[in-house]
């Protein structure tokens, strides 16, 4: 089977900087993915690695391992804007393009 | 604005109601699902369309009832609902790619069941 497993809750102050892991295992494998969902709102995506390694996109940047089965997303520079869930997800085995997703962690960002 | 759209965006219904949940993606995808989300849970996949064909269903109870008539619309229809069968009712659409797919989300319905 497919599971992910990411930190329940995770807390920082503005201007800091969050990383939120994600471990995962599957059989096989078509990258990691990231979401963000504001309480109450709908999940939209952050960004997407198939290969190893950083990918940037303002101050969000996600980073993959593969050989770890390992990835985390970094936020940079908080702010209060921040605060939601955010889930990492990695494509089922079949070939319905079904997505499993984390458990989500909850990012409380504090003034 | 994701290009994915539901209506209604709230709901309120008795347990002897029906009613019809309605997402239309306005992105030439080919793909749709519905996902349930309770409160501080994470996202229940319940059904995936692929070319109009259900090629998923997660044992979810007969009393949701999907419909996909084309590619570009989605039915969730209801009925006989329980209490617990309140939640988020979130739509999203892909595009097949033969990789990972990018999902993008409706904004939801926000259903009670009384």
């Known amino acids: 089977g497919q599971s992910l497993e990411q930190p329940s809750e995770v807390t920082a102050v503005e201007g800091a900087i969050v990383q939120i892991n994600c471990t995962y295992q599957?059989?096989?494998?078509?990258?990691l993915s990231w979401y963000q969902q504001h309480d109450g709102g709908a999940p939209t995506f952050l960004s997407y690695?198939?290969?190893?390694g950083l990918e940037e996109t303002g101050r969000f940047s996600s980073f993959l391992s593969r050989s770890d089965s390992y990835g985390y997303l970094l936020l940079q520079e908080l702010q209060m804007k921040d605060s939601a869930s955010y889930f990492c997800a990695v494509r089922d085995e079949g070939n319905t393009g079904k997505l499993i997703f984390g458990q989500g962690t909850t990012l409380q960002v504090k003034p | 604005e994701t290009g994915v759209t539901q209506t209604p965006r709230h709901l309120v219904m008795g347990m002897t109601n029906k009613k019809s949940l309605k997402c239309e993606q306005h992105l030439g995808h080919n793909a749709m699902y519905w996902y349930k989300q309770s409160a501080k849970k994470p996202l229940e996949l319940m059904f995936v369309?692929?070319?109009?064909?259900?090629?998923e269903n997660n044992s979810v109870p007969s009393r949701f009832s999907p419909e996909c008539p084309n590619s570009s619309h989605l039915f969730l229809h209801l009925h006989t609902l329980q209490p617990e069968d309140s939640a988020l009712y979130l739509c999203?659409?892909?595009?097949?790619?033969?990789?990972?797919?990018?999902?993008?989300f409706g904004p939801g319905t926000r259903l009670l069941v009384l």
């Open positions: 599957t059989s096989g494998f078509y990258g």
């Open positions: 369309y692929s070319l109009e064909e259900r090629v």
């Open positions: 999203a659409s892909s595009q097949s790619t033969g990789g990972q797919e990018t999902q993008y």
């Open positions: 690695n198939a290969l190893d």
